[in-house]
T-cell receptor, first 114, second 109 residues
Framework: SQTIHQWPATLVQPVGSPLSLECTVE??????LYWYRQAAGRGLQLLFY??????ISSEVPQNLSASRPQDRQFILSSKKLLLSDSGFYLC?????????????FGPGTRLTVL | QKEVEQNSGPLSVPEGAIASLNCTYS??????FFWYRQYSGKSPELIMS????GDKEDGRFTAQLNKASQYVSLLIRDSQPSDSATYLC?????????FGAGTRLTVKP
């Protein structure tokens, strides 16, 4: 069966500090991978998605970036965090080869920028 | 106009009743539709997916899709206190997945 991991689970960072969130998937090959952000009381906002190693599509212009160095690893980064970057960051995977299949979420990382 | 709209609630139902959650979407060519359950502080969990018009039943859950009306719903029969959560509607069209803000459901014992 497939599992998806994210770490860290929680993070408190000062404004202007760097960020690195990691997501890994087990039990599947060549998945589509996604980064979402959920602000308090709001819906999910798609940040980035990837259909393969080194292939990143950005949905929202911002100070965040994403990378996919390995098939089942997806990393979200920032060089300098803003207060507005606070939120619940969710990684999701979807079976590769189809854009209409279900997406499954990891446990998430709750980021607070002070 | 929001792309996926849900009543934010809270929707409160007594234990054992039917909870009805509704969702409308604006993209007429959307192809797949999902319901996620999200407990407070946790990540969304997929509970139902539906791809064609009509009803789809899975245990106590029934998803209903009407593409002509751009409407998808979720019925929860015999509601339990453990069903208390926020339910997110999601609509997908070729890798463009859009989520509603969610409906908060409270099931009272």
């Amino acid at each position: 069966s497939q599992t998806i991991h994210q770490w860290p689970a929680t993070l408190v960072q000062p404004v202007g500090s760097p960020l690195s969130l990691e997501c890994t998937v087990e039990g599947t090959s060549n998945p589509n991978l996604y980064w979402y952000r959920q602000a308090a009381g709001r819906g999910l906002q798609l940040l980035f998605y990837s259909v393969g190693i080194g292939q990143i599509s950005s949905e929202v212009p911002q100070n965040l970036s994403a990378s996919r160095p390995q098939d089942r690893q997806f990393i979200l980064s920032s060089k300098k965090l803003l207060l507005s970057d606070s939120g619940f960051y969710l990684c999701a995977w979807q079976a590769g080869g189809s854009y209409n299949n279900e997406q499954f979420f990891g446990p998430g990382t709750r980021l607070t920028v002070l | 106009q929001k792309e996926v709209e849900q009543n934010s609630g809270p929707l409160s139902v007594p234990e054992g009743a039917i909870a009805s959650l509704n969702c409308t979407y604006s993209d007429r060519v959307s192809q797949s539709f999902f319901w996620y359950r999200q407990y407070s502080g946790k990540s969304p969990e997929l509970i139902m997916s539906i791809y064609s018009n009509g009803d789809k039943e899975d245990g106590r859950f029934t998803a209903q899709l009407n593409k002509a009306s751009q409407y998808v719903s979720l019925l929860i029969r015999d509601s339990q206190p453990s069903d208390s959560a926020t339910y997110l509607c999601a609509v997908n069209n070729n890798n463009d997945m859009r989520f509603g803000a969610g409906t908060r459901l409270t099931v009272k014992p």
